[in-house]
């Protein structure tokens, strides 16, 4: 074997060992990439990213509605529950009999059906806005860290939600009181605080009109 080839076999055997030191190398500077892209952009971190808690404590008042189910619904004509709770700010928000009608919409951040409503809403209400004796108010209700679209908060703030925001208990108190059965829910309550009309399912610009028409009186 003449010099020249030895010298080749020794650079060829020096760049094979360096190979994996290479590659891992190049390795942590991704990994480290993804870690600083992450923390940078948010993504769907943990609510101690927003600073807001995602849930809270709810006060129910009031007897709790009968589950819902489509058709002939018995809950209408009897008193909507009082919740008393806070946003996720820990701004108090309350759904009481204070004399103006309401429109309740239940929201679970993981829903794709309920994904698909907000953003309806909001552009409808933007072109239609509610009469000025009815009020709009959400509950964030099922919420669950381990679930897609989380934090709940980040998700209505992206989409523009400009009403109150009421942040359901761990165990979905306000849900349980208003009959909960299926997301999106709505629960039309009229001035006197009693339940005219409840819908679940995604609802058309039209049909959101009908309930805020029941509500109104």
């Not at 849930?55 to 919740?83: H, I, K, N, S, W």
């Not at 929201?107 to 907000?118: F, G, K, Q, S, Y």
Request: net charge positive; charged share 20%.
């Amino acid at each position: 074997m003449t010099s020249q080839t030895r010298t080749r076999t020794r650079t060829k055997s020096r760049t094979r060992r360096r190979v994996p030191w290479l590659w891992a190398g190049l390795s942590a500077v991704v990994a480290l990439a993804l870690l600083v892209a992450l923390v940078a952009g948010g993504g769907a971190g943990p609510a101690e990213d927003t600073g807001l808690a995602q849930t809270r404590p709810v006060t129910v008042g009031g007897a709790a509605l009968p589950p819902y189910q489509p058709g002939a619904d018995p809950a209408v004509g009897t008193p909507g529950p009082e919740l008393r709770g806070a946003s996720f700010d820990g701004t108090p928000v309350a759904i009481a009999r204070d004399g103006r009608a309401k429109l309740l919409v239940f929201l679970a951040h993981w829903c794709p059906h309920c994904r698909r409503e907000v953003p309806v809403v909001v552009g409808h209400l933007r072109e239609r806005p509610l009469p000025a004796n009815v009020d709009l108010v959400a509950i964030a209700t099922g919420t669950d860290r381990g679930r897609p679209n989380y934090p709940p908060s980040r998700w209505l703030d992206r989409e523009g939600w400009s009403a109150p925001v009421l942040a359901d208990s761990d165990d979905g108190a306000a849900a349980t009181a208003y009959g909960l059965t299926s997301f999106p829910y709505f629960v039309a309550l009229d001035a006197n605080g009693t339940v005219v009309a409840r819908a679940g399912g995604g609802l058309a610009p039209a049909e959101l009109d009908r309930l805020v028409a029941r509500a109104a009186g």
